[in-house]
């Protein structure tokens, strides 16, 4: 039976974290401040309970709910570009000590 050798990739106390964390009165602050809308913290608990079904009765439905909604997760990471452009090889002038007596905007 391969399915029921399958795990949910996170934990199902993770996800009632989540779900906490993203309801707390600080986190909605943040949220609010940061970008003008409290979080849509239902995922997290739906994600919950379709883990919890999972581990009860090794249902397909749920752990297909679990791998749907993770996949989400990962392609909305990956929308994001990196705010450096990572070096390829050091500066010309790596070894060269620090010029700290002169300001660094003259």
């Known amino acids: 039976m391969a399915g029921s050798q399958w795990r949910p ?23 609010y401040y940061t970008y003008g809308k409290s979080p849509d913290c239902q995922q997290w608990k ?9 581990e009860k009765n090794h249902s397909t439905h749920a752990k ?3 791998q749907e909604s993770e996949r989400r997760r990962v392609a909305e990471q990956k929308k994001f ?7 390829q090889t050091p500066p010309a002038d790596w070894h060269l000590p620090l010029n700290q007596d002169k300001p660094q905007d003259s």
């Open 64 to 66: 297909e709910s679990l």
């Open 9 to 31: 990739p996170r934990s199902c106390d993770v996800y009632w974290s989540e779900f906490k964390h993203c309801k707390s009165l600080l986190n909605r602050f943040h949220e």
């Open 46 to 54: 739906q994600d919950y309970y379709s883990c919890k079904e999972w």
């Open 81 to 87: 570009a990196p705010v450096w452009e990572l070096r």
